[in-house]
């Protein structure tokens, strides 16, 4: 569905924020809905490293629920569709995937596109999530949305600005990492693929 409106927007020439707009509720409710991963991951369900999930997972949530439901001028950003069409490209194709897994009668096609398509999606929904961080920075500064200043009752200071910043340059070292343990993943998986084709 969010595939679908953010597809439809882009064709018909919508306002990343309006194409945001439609879909902002499915958006919310399935990326919050995806902390469920990492119960599943942590209990066996999936087989998913949970550090990965975590963090994978929490990057998004963090992106929806305090960047771009509080801070309207990051729905402008060109991350906005970058960020809808990766997720939910993504999705579609895990979450067929780990279905089918159950009967265990995965398609070899969706294999091979769970373990090739985050090539280009990864970089495209990493990126996006960098962009709209970066586009909701001058409203965080102004605004100070989520930010505690000092003097207060428990004395704590904290600065969402700052938060942001460090978020953005945890992509850094974060961002290839992940990427080619994902790429490790894919000779793995798509290698045992082929022995058993072979079969």
């Not at 999936?46 to 305090?66: H, K, N």
């Not at 969402?160 to 080619?180: E, N, S």
Request: no cysteine; net charge positive.
């Amino acid at each position: 569905l969010i595939l679908w409106k953010t597809l439809l927007g882009l064709i018909s020439g919508m306002s990343y924020s309006k194409i945001y707009e439609s879909v902002e509720l499915e958006l919310q409710i399935f990326q919050t809905a995806a902390i469920l991963e990492i119960v599943h991951a942590a209990i066996g369900i999936v087989r998913s490293p949970v550090g990965t999930t975590a963090i994978q997972v929490f990057s998004r949530v963090t992106v929806v629920w305090m960047v771009l439901y509080k801070v309207v001028s990051a729905r402008d950003s060109i991350g906005v569709p970058m960020l809808l069409l990766a997720w939910s490209i993504t999705e579609v194709v895990r979450y067929s995937y780990y279905a089918l897994s159950l009967i265990n009668s995965v398609p070899r096609l969706l294999v091979w596109m769970r373990y090739t398509f985050f090539i280009i999606l990864y970089p495209m929904g990493a990126s996006g999530e960098v962009f709209t961080m970066f586009a909701a920075l001058p409203e965080v500064a102004l605004r100070k949305h989520f930010t505690i200043e000092m003097p207060n009752a428990a004395n704590v200071t904290f600065s969402f600005w700052w938060y942001l910043i460090g978020l953005i340059l945890f992509y850094v070292p974060g961002f290839p990492q992940m990427y080619f343990y994902m790429f490790g993943q894919r000779k793995k998986v798509l290698t045992r693929d082929a022995e058993k084709k072979l079969e």
